[in-house]
């Protein structure tokens, strides 16, 4: 999706610059190129997949598009929050959007992705549009959820994006139950199940895992380690920080989080893995630059020095740039020039959504039950009867 | 309205009316009596408003000749007059699981020992050989884990059954229950339904301590999004269980540890009970009974006695914990004025306390005496079979409380 209106903006843009050397247009250009990750993949009970990933050009400017969008988006939730339009809890996903790009490259919309409440990123990387984030982030009508989830529970069934959850690690459970029903549709799919390190101490995770491992479960435990569970530090509150290996007799890939295109192997490898063998668990390594949310300032627990360290060294976008520029795919204007049209989508998107609507009243009342087989609220004013078999 | 008195009724909980002043009370009409004009107010000093003249006429009735009438109202719940066949209430459940999974492939069933041990109460039996390992699950004891479990499925719709051994070891799967299964349906705008059916017998039941007696109903009463019933005969077993697992909503289905081997007649033909309807039990004039679950026996066994005093008490089986009927419950309010309840839930924040706060809010002006609940003590269930006892209702004290009421 991120393709298509890619070629229908960029070729709008480049032909003012009229550099001949571009005219193998990015647009269209499906050049496969073969790229070496950074880091080595570290496995548990498993092969590593390749350090070598097959991509293509437009492949790449796709990851750079997204992953500023998503950037931008995350930027702009930060100042709307400060201007108290968006309330109550923010976790913000900057730092790791190669988690969410890489993945989606990996996969199709049948395959579920279920995460925790640091979700905006995921969402848009399942196709959702930004008008329904900021919507639904300010708590309008026509967010994702009617303006009735908030920052914490995004969903997209028609895309197989689960959400959303506000209580950590609950959504674990959830995600191995959606595997088991892929099992039992004999559907060709698998869920990935996100959550973060904090998370990963958690029970429900052990007992979930323990059930898919019994059962063949198509399930992927995806953990994105920012090395932070809110305030306490990995090694404050882990006994064994190797969350890939946590899962003991379930096999575990350990991945560079910060590299797209590590994680888009990662990914194929564990699908792959995972419709054949079981579970399996991904380690992303990764970092979020923002706290823990927009009530944490990020920076009492850690240093400045670190954040900025990991801004200038790892940052995902600056490698997929530097990748882009170093193979001649687009220039440095250009891809400036992509990142101000980014910006102009999110502001525009910003202004749309402060003009719509705050729910009705009404509103409250509804999506508490299913209406249709005798389900309704009614109180003393129920006029008949119904029990018959529909 | 009607949702907004649902759920502010739900949610808070009233002290206890323990003494009524019977001087201010106004006898029932037992004999033939003129019509009356007036009515009294209640004893309570904090209750203001006094019922007008012309309010409702009362008639004389004649006494009561059979007491309990259990044919009458198996005949007008069952819908046919053919004799069906007889089974004991957990071969009801196991028919109505049985039937909703034949006619449905997307149901299943997940729970401890459901599968090939055929269920510890043998709700499930026979099911794990006729329908295969992949659609009666043989989970291990992780509740948090394997409810989580039903409601990812259900999210994409299957339809899973999930047993508690216990209903008491649903509080591990508290979590799952109140933030995923309740309110999935509406943080998502709608976009997702958990049509999950989670059952389990709870309740006291004969000296199996404190952790295995408990009443859960009292603690998933103010979850929003979900349904609670509770079954008391096979018939209604059967017809709420098949109702249960059609439902798009998530429903919670109290069963009792002591009901499991009641035996009754049941049709032959296909049936359901509507989920949120309440079930007459015996209909009557004096006084309103309501009650559910096993304490319906309690009740039917003090009506016995009460009719052989004189009293014609009307017994409600309310059935539907989440959302009340308040509608067959305001129609008996409005006859009788005088209501009782009788639960198993404890005293504080039960299910009792819930129903007294509705009827107050919403027939005040109906009654002519306070609501009174009989609930179980604020107590852990000993072990002791004679504390026991004295922990929940007995039928001596309905008796005690209905002439109290009726005075």
Same mark, same amino acid.
């Given at each position: 999706?991120?393709?298509?209106?890619?070629?229908?903006?960029?070729?709008?843009?480049?032909?003012?610059?009229?550099?001949?050397?571009?005219?193998?247009?990015?647009?269209?250009?499906?050049?496969?190129?073969?790229?070496?990750?950074?880091?080595?993949?570290?496995?548990?009970?498993?092969?590593?997949?390749?350090?070598?990933?097959?991509?293509?050009? &437009?492949?790449?400017?796709?990851?750079?598009?997204?992953?500023?969008?998503?950037?931008?988006?995350? =930027?702009?939730?930060?100042?709307?929050?400060?201007?108290?339009?968006?309330?109550?809890?923010?976790?913000?996903?900057?730092?790791?959007?190669?988690?969410?790009?890489?993945?989606? &490259?990996?996969?199709?919309?049948?395959?579920?992705?279920?995460?925790?409440?640091?979700?905006?990123?995921?969402?848009?990387?399942?196709?959702?549009?930004?008008?329904?984030?900021?919507?639904?982030?300010?708590?309008?009508?026509?967010?994702?959820?009617?303006?009735?989830?908030?920052?914490?529970?995004?969903?997209?069934?028609?895309?197989?994006?689960?959400?959303?959850?506000?209580?950590?690690?609950? !959504?674990?459970?959830?995600?191995?139950?959606?595997?088991?029903?892929?099992?039992?549709?004999?559907?060709?799919?698998?869920?990935?199940?996100?959550?973060? #390190?904090?998370?990963?101490?958690?029970? !429900?995770?052990?007992?979930?895992?323990?059930?898919?491992?019994?059962?063949?479960?198509?399930?992927?435990?995806?953990?994105?380690?920012?090395?932070?569970?809110?305030?306490?530090?990995?090694?404050? &509150?882990?006994?064994?920080?190797?969350?890939?290996?946590?899962?003991?007799?379930?096999?575990?890939?350990?991945?560079?989080?910060?590299?797209?295109?590590?994680?888009? !192997?990662?990914?194929?490898?564990?699908?792959?893995?995972?419709?054949?063998?079981?579970?399996? =668990?991904?380690?992303?390594?990764?970092?979020?630059?923002?706290?823990? &949310?927009?009530? #944490?300032?990020?920076?009492?627990?850690?240093?400045?020095?670190? =954040?900025?360290?990991?801004?200038?060294?790892?940052?995902?976008? #600056?490698?997929?740039?530097?990748?882009?520029?170093?193979?001649?795919?687009?220039?440095?204007?250009?891809?400036?020039?992509?990142?101000?049209?980014?910006?102009?989508?999110?502001?525009?998107?910003?202004?749309?959504?402060?003009?719509?609507?705050?729910?009705?009243?009404?509103?409250?009342?509804?999506?508490?039950?299913?209406?249709?087989?005798?389900?309704?609220?009614?109180?003393?004013?129920?006029?008949?009867?119904?029990?018959?078999?529909? | 309205?009607?949702?907004? /008195?649902?759920?502010?009724?739900?949610?808070?909980?009233?002290?206890?009316?323990?003494?009524? %002043?019977?001087?201010? /009370?106004?006898?029932?009409?037992?004999?033939?009596?003129?019509?009356?004009?007036?009515?009294?107010?209640?004893?309570?000093?904090?209750?203001?408003?006094?019922?007008?003249?012309?309010?409702?006429?009362?008639?004389?009735?004649?006494?009561?000749?059979?007491?309990?009438?259990?044919?009458?109202?198996?005949?007008?719940?069952? @819908?046919?007059?053919?004799?069906?066949?007889?089974?004991?209430?957990?071969?009801?459940?196991?028919?109505?699981?049985?039937?909703?999974?034949?006619?449905?492939?997307?149901?299943?069933?997940?729970?401890?020992?459901?599968?090939?041990?055929?269920?510890?109460?043998?709700?499930?039996?026979?099911?794990?050989?006729?329908?295969? %390992?992949?659609?009666?699950? %043989?989970?291990?004891?992780?509740?948090?884990?394997? $409810?989580?479990?039903?409601?990812?499925?259900?999210?994409?719709?299957?339809?899973?059954?999930?047993?508690?051994?216990?209903?008491?070891?649903?509080?591990?799967?508290?979590?799952?229950?109140?933030?995923?299964?309740?309110?999935?349906?509406?943080?998502?705008?709608?976009?997702?339904?958990?049509?999950?059916?989670?059952?389990?017998?709870?309740?006291?039941?004969?000296?199996?301590?404190?952790?295995?007696?408990?009443?859960?109903?009292?603690?998933?009463?103010?979850?929003?999004?979900?349904?609670?019933?509770?079954?008391?005969?096979?018939?209604?077993?059967?017809?709420?269980?098949?109702?249960?697992?059609?439902?798009?909503?998530?429903?919670?289905?109290?069963?009792?540890?002591?009901?499991?081997?009641?035996?009754?007649?049941?049709?032959?033909?296909?049936?359901?009970?509507?989920?949120?309807?309440?079930?007459?039990?015996?209909?009557?004039?004096?006084?309103?009974?309501?009650?559910?679950?096993?304490?319906?026996?309690?009740?039917?066994?003090?009506?016995? @006695?009460?009719?052989?005093?004189?009293?014609?008490?009307?017994?409600?089986?309310?059935?539907?914990?989440?959302?009340?009927?308040?509608? $067959?419950?305001?129609?008996?309010?409005?006859? @009788?004025?005088?209501?009782?309840?009788?639960?198993?839930?404890?005293?504080?924040?039960?299910?009792?306390?819930?129903?007294?706060?509705?009827?107050?809010?919403?027939?005040?002006? *109906? /009654?002519?005496?306070?609501?009174?609940?009989?609930?179980?003590?604020?107590?852990?269930?000993? *072990?002791?079979? @004679?504390?026991?006892?004295?922990?929940?209702?007995?039928?001596?004290?309905?008796?005690?409380?209905?002439?109290? /009421?009726?005075?």
């Amino acid at each position: 999706m991120a393709l298509s209106r890619l070629s229908s903006r960029a070729k709008p843009l480049l032909q003012p610059l009229a550099f001949t050397a571009l005219r193998r247009h990015i647009s269209t250009d499906n050049t496969p190129l073969t790229i070496e990750t950074t880091l080595p993949f570290t496995s548990h009970l498993c092969e590593s997949p390749s350090r070598t990933v097959e991509t293509t050009s &437009s492949e790449l400017l796709s990851f750079f598009h997204d992953m500023a969008l998503m950037r931008r988006m995350e =930027i702009a939730a930060d100042s709307l929050y400060k201007a108290k339009l968006i309330r109550g809890f923010c976790h913000l996903y900057d730092g790791q959007e190669a988690v969410a790009i890489g993945m989606e &490259s990996a996969i199709t919309k049948k395959d579920a992705i279920i995460t925790s409440y640091r979700d905006h990123c995921t969402f848009l990387g399942r196709g959702g549009k930004l008008i329904d984030a900021f919507s639904e982030l300010m708590g309008r009508k026509t967010g994702c959820s009617n303006g009735k989830g908030g920052s914490m529970h995004f969903y997209k069934k028609d895309a197989s994006f689960y959400g959303g959850h506000g209580i950590v690690g609950a !959504q674990v459970p959830l995600g191995c139950g959606l595997a088991f029903a892929q099992k039992y549709g004999k559907e060709e799919a698998v869920t990935f199940t996100l959550y973060g #390190d904090g998370a990963a101490n958690q029970g !429900q995770l052990f007992e979930a895992l323990n059930i898919a491992a019994l059962w063949d479960l198509p399930a992927i435990l995806v953990c994105e380690n920012n090395h932070y569970g809110m305030g306490t530090a990995e090694w404050r &509150s882990a006994k064994s920080p190797a969350y890939f290996k946590r899962g003991d007799y379930v096999p575990g890939l350990k991945v560079d989080g910060m590299d797209a295109l590590a994680v888009k !192997q990662a990914c194929k490898f564990a699908k792959e893995h995972a419709l054949k063998h079981g579970p399996i =668990i991904l380690e992303m390594d990764t970092y979020r630059y923002h706290g823990h &949310s927009m009530s #944490d300032p990020g920076s009492t627990y850690r240093t400045r020095g670190e =954040i900025s360290e990991v801004r200038q060294v790892r940052d995902p976008i #600056d490698r997929v740039r530097k990748l882009i520029i170093s193979h001649d795919i687009a220039t440095e204007k250009e891809l400036k020039d992509m990142e101000k049209e980014v910006r102009k989508e999110v502001d525009a998107a910003v202004a749309q959504a402060k003009e719509s609507p705050i729910p009705d009243p009404s509103e409250l009342f509804t999506n508490i039950y299913v209406k249709g087989f005798g389900a309704e609220s009614f109180g003393a004013d129920r006029k008949e009867l119904r029990a018959t078999l529909p | 309205m009607s949702a907004i /008195l649902q759920g502010a009724g739900a949610a808070t909980s009233l002290s206890p009316f323990n003494s009524i %002043d019977s001087n201010k /009370l106004v006898p029932p009409s037992r004999s033939s009596l003129s019509v009356r004009s007036k009515r009294y107010i209640v004893a309570e000093s904090n209750v203001i408003k006094s019922f007008g003249s012309g309010l409702i006429t009362r008639r004389s009735k004649p006494l009561i000749a059979n007491a309990v009438a259990t044919k009458r109202e198996n005949a007008a719940s069952s @819908t046919s007059s053919k004799p069906g066949h007889e089974l004991l209430l957990f071969e009801a459940l196991q028919e109505g699981l049985e039937e909703e999974m034949d006619r449905d492939p997307h149901v299943c069933v997940m729970g401890e020992d459901v599968g090939h041990y055929g269920g510890s109460y043998k709700v499930t039996k026979g099911l794990a050989d006729k329908f295969g %390992d992949l659609r009666v699950l %043989d989970t291990p004891i992780c509740e948090n884990a394997f $409810t989580g479990m039903g409601i990812g499925a259900a999210m994409t719709g299957l339809r899973p059954v999930i047993e508690g051994m216990n209903m008491g070891f649903l509080l591990l799967a508290f979590n799952q229950i109140s933030n995923n299964c309740g309110m999935l349906h509406y943080t998502s705008g709608g976009q997702f339904t958990i049509p999950v059916v989670i059952r389990g017998p709870g309740g006291v039941g004969r000296q199996l301590g404190a952790e295995h007696s408990q009443r859960l109903e009292s603690y998933f009463q103010s979850i929003p999004g979900i349904q609670m019933v509770a079954c008391s005969t096979p018939y209604n077993a059967k017809g709420l269980m098949k109702a249960a697992i059609r439902s798009e909503n998530p429903v919670i289905l109290f069963e009792h540890v002591l009901l499991y081997n009641l035996k009754e007649s049941i049709p032959d033909e296909e049936y359901i009970c509507n989920l949120e309807e309440a079930e007459m039990v015996r209909p009557g004039e004096h006084i309103t009974i309501l009650t559910y679950s096993r304490m319906r026996y309690h009740v039917m066994q003090a009506a016995k @006695t009460l009719v052989n005093k004189g009293y014609d008490p009307e017994v409600i089986d309310i059935r539907s914990l989440k959302p009340f009927d308040l509608y $067959t419950i305001g129609n008996s309010v409005k006859k @009788t004025h005088r209501v009782l309840i009788v639960e198993e839930c404890m005293r504080t924040g039960g299910i009792g306390a819930s129903l007294t706060a509705a009827i107050n809010e919403n027939f005040h002006d *109906y /009654l002519d005496a306070p609501v009174m609940c009989l609930s179980s003590q604020d107590v852990p269930t000993p *072990y002791a079979g @004679t504390l026991e006892e004295w922990t929940v209702v007995q039928p001596a004290q309905i008796v005690t409380a209905v002439e109290h /009421l009726c005075q």
